[in-house]
C-alpha cells in the first residue's frame, strides 16, 4: 500500500495575506498613537481639543515627566514614521490588487482592498493640517 507524503509539500500561499494584516496594523498603531497624544492633552485641558503650540492648556506644563519621556518618543517616531510605511505598503498593495492571481480570491482581495484604503487614509490624515499641528505640538 502506498501513501503519500503530505509534510512534503508546502501550504499554499496567500498572497496578500501578510501585506493587509501589516497595513492593519499599521493603521491601529498609528490610531493608539494619536489618541494617547489626545488624551494626554485633554488630560491637562480637562476636555478633548486638538493642541496647539502654546496654548493655554498646555502651554507652560510639563506633559512629559519621568516615564512619559519614553512615551513621548514612541509617540513622536509612530506618528512621524508610521504613516511612510502606511505609503509603501498602499503602493504595494496596489501593485498586488492588479495581478491576475489575487483577482482569484475574493475574500483575501476585500481585505486587502480594506486594508489598502486605510492605510491611504492614515497617510490622508497625516497631511493634513490638524495633523500636522498634533505633530507639531508633540515636538515642541
Given at each position: 500500500m502506498t501513501t503519500a507524503d503530505l509534510a512534503a509539500t508546502p501550504a499554499p500561499r496567500t498572497p496578500g495575506r501578510a501585506l493587509a494584516r501589516t497595513q492593519f496594523l499599521l493603521v491601529g498603531v498609528y490610531v493608539v498613537a494619536v489618541s494617547v497624544a489626545l488624551?494626554?492633552?485633554?488630560?491637562?485641558?480637562?476636555?478633548?481639543?486638538?493642541?496647539?503650540?502654546?496654548?493655554?492648556?498646555?502651554?507652560?506644563?510639563?506633559?512629559?515627566?519621568?516615564?512619559?519621556?519614553?512615551?513621548?518618543?514612541?509617540?513622536?517616531?509612530?506618528?512621524?514614521?508610521?504613516?511612510?510605511?502606511?505609503?509603501?505598503?498602499?503602493?504595494?498593495?496596489?501593485?498586488?490588487?492588479?495581478?491576475?492571481?489575487?483577482?482569484?480570491?475574493?475574500?483575501?482581495?476585500?481585505?486587502?482592498?480594506?486594508?489598502?484604503?486605510?492605510a491611504t487614509l492614515v497617510v490622508a490624515a497625516w497631511v493634513s493640517p490638524p495633523m500636522t499641528t498634533l505633530y507639531t505640538w508633540l515636538v515642541d
Open positions: 488624551g494626554r492633552a485633554a488630560a491637562f485641558s480637562g476636555h478633548l481639543y486638538l493642541p496647539r503650540q502654546g496654548d493655554a492648556a498646555t502651554g507652560n506644563a510639563d506633559l512629559w515627566p519621568g516615564l512619559w519621556g519614553g512615551v513621548w518618543l514612541v509617540l513622536v517616531v509612530v506618528i512621524g514614521m508610521v504613516p511612510l510605511a502606511a505609503a509603501g505598503t498602499a503602493l504595494v498593495a496596489v501593485a498586488r490588487l492588479a495581478s491576475p492571481r489575487m483577482r482569484a480570491g475574493s475574500a483575501r482581495r476585500r481585505s486587502l482592498l480594506a486594508g489598502t484604503v486605510l
